[in-house]
C-alpha cells in the first residue's frame, strides 16, 4: 500500500477505511465483523481510519478504537469529526436511531459548531476511541452552519493544530461549492468530499480540485461508488445513487461506463477507485467496509491495473473528462506488511 503525503500534516494511505459501517450504517454489524474488517484492512496496508461521532451515535469510534488497540499508535492515522456534538437522551433509548444507523437512540446530535461543543466533542471522541489523540479532525456535514464553521469552527480546529493536539484539520461534505469556500477562505489541510469526484459526478474538477493544488490542500474521496451504483461490475436495476434510487438514465450512464470497462480488462468499481486518484490532488481514497471480505475486496481493487486506454476512451466518448492535471502523484511506500490474504464513506463494495 502506497502513501500520499499531505502538504501539512501525517501521510495518508492512498486506500483508507471509512467506519461508517462500523456504526451499523443501515443494518446491524456484529462485533466480530466489525473487528475482522478493520484486521483485514491492517493486513492488506491500509493506515488510514476514518469516523466519525454520527456514526452509530459512537458505536464507530467504540469499535475502531477497539479493533485498533494492540496496533502500534505511530503505525496509523485516525480522523475523527466533529459539528455533531452527541447528547444523552435517556427519554429515548427505548427508539431506534433515526439518522440512518441501526442503533439504540440513546443520544441525541445537536449541531455545534461552537469552541466549547468542538472540543467536548472531540474530548468524548478520544474517550470512545481510547486514544490520547487523533490525527486529523474534520468539521462534519456544516451545509446549513456556514457562518458559525467557517469562523469560530475552523478558528478552533486551528487553534488546536497549532497546540499540536492534532496534526491537520479540515472539512468533510457531500457537495463541492462549500468546500471550495473553506479552502479559499481558510487555513484547512485537507478536505473530504463525498460523492462529487467519481465517475458520475466531477463537479469536484469544476473549482474544488485546481483551487486544491493551487493552495497545497489535499483532498480525500469519499463515497466514489455513488453509494453503489458504481459498486458492481454491472450496475443492477435496483442501483442506488447518493442513497436514493438511481434514475434510469443514470443506470444507463453506469452500464455504458461498465461496458467501456470490460474491454480493457477493468471492472467498474476498480475504475471508480482508481479514477479519483489520477488527480494530483487527492491523497486518499476512503472506502467502507463490514466485514474482512468487502476490506479484502476494497484492497484487491485498489491494486487493479487500470490502463490509461480506458481513461482516453472514456474522455473521448465523453462519459468522464480526463483533462490536464490528472495524472497520479509521487507516492512512498508505507511500512511494508504482509497480507494474510491475497490482494467504503459507508458504502458498500
Known amino acids: 500500500m502506497r502513501s500520499r503525503t499531505l502538504a501539512r500534516g501525517p501521510q495518508l494511505t492512498e486506500l483508507g477505511l471509512g467506519a461508517a459501517q462500523l456504526g451499523n450504517l443501515g443494518r446491524e ?25 454520527h456514526y452509530g451515535l459512537g458505536l464507530s469510534e467504540r469499535r475502531l478504537g477497539a ?44 449541531w455545534d459548531f461552537s469552541r466549547d461543543g468542538i472540543l467536548r466533542s472531540l474530548e468524548g471522541s478520544l474517550t470512545r476511541l481510547g486514544l490520547d489523540h487523533v490525527d486529523v479532525v474534520y468539521l462534519h456535514d456544516p451545509d446549513d452552519h456556514w457562518q458559525e464553521a467557517a469562523t469560530t469552527g475552523v478558528d478552533t480546529l486551528v487553534e488546536l493544530r497549532g497546540q499540536g493536539v492534532v496534526k491537520a484539520v479540515g472539512v468533510g461534505m457531500n457537495q463541492a461549492a462549500m468546500l471550495t469556500e473553506f479552502v479559499r477562505r481558510s487555513d484547512v489541510d485537507l478536505v473530504m468530499v463525498a460523492g462529487r469526484h467519481t465517475l458520475l459526478d466531477q463537479s469536484a474538477r469544476e473549482e474544488l480540485l485546481p ?28 442501483a442506488t445513487y447518493d442513497y436514493l434510487p438511481a434514475p434510469g438514465e443514470l443506470i444507463a450512464r453506469a452500464g455504458a461506463l461498465a461496458g467501456v470497462c470490460e474491454r ?50 472514456l474522455a473521448d466518448l465523453g462519459l468522464v473528462p480526463d483533462g490536464p492535471g490528472a495524472q497520479p502523484t509521487p507516492t512512498t511506500p508505507t511500512t511494508p506488511t504482509t497480507p494474510t490474504t491475497p490482494t467504503t464513506q459507508g458504502e458498500r463494495p
Do not use: C
Not at 478493520?38 to 466519525?52: E, L, N, P
Open 211 to 238: 483551487l486544491a493544488r493551487e493552495r497545497g490542500v489535499g483532498v480525500v474521496a469519499a463515497a466514489v461508488y455513488n453509494s453503489g451504483l458504481l459498486a458492481a461490475d454491472r450496475p443492477p436495476a435496483d
Open 29 to 53: 454489524t456484529s462485533d466480530t465483523d466489525a473487528q475482522g474488517a478493520v484486521d483485514a484492512a491492517w493486513d492488506s496496508g491500509v493506515r488510514y481510519f476514518d469516523t466519525a461521532p
Open 67 to 110: 479493533a485498533l488497540a494492540r496496533r502500534p499508535r505511530s503505525e496509523y492515522t485516525v480522523s475523527t469529526k466533529v459539528g455533531r456534538l452527541l447528547v444523552p437522551s435517556p427519554e429515548t433509548a427505548h427508539r431506534q436511531d433515526d439518522g440512518g444507523f441501526a442503533v439504540p437512540a440513546a443520544s441525541r446530535r445537536d
Open 264 to 313: 480493457h480488462g477493468v471492472t467498474l468499481p476498480e475504475a471508480a477507485i482508481a479514477y479519483p486518484l489520477r488527480d494530483p490532488a487527492v491523497v486518499s481514497v476512503v472506502l467502507g467496509a463490514r466485514d474482512a471480505r468487502q476490506s479484502r475486496t476494497n484492497a484487491r481493487r485498489l491494486a487493479a491495473r487500470v490502463p490509461d486506454a480506458l481513461w482516453a476512451e
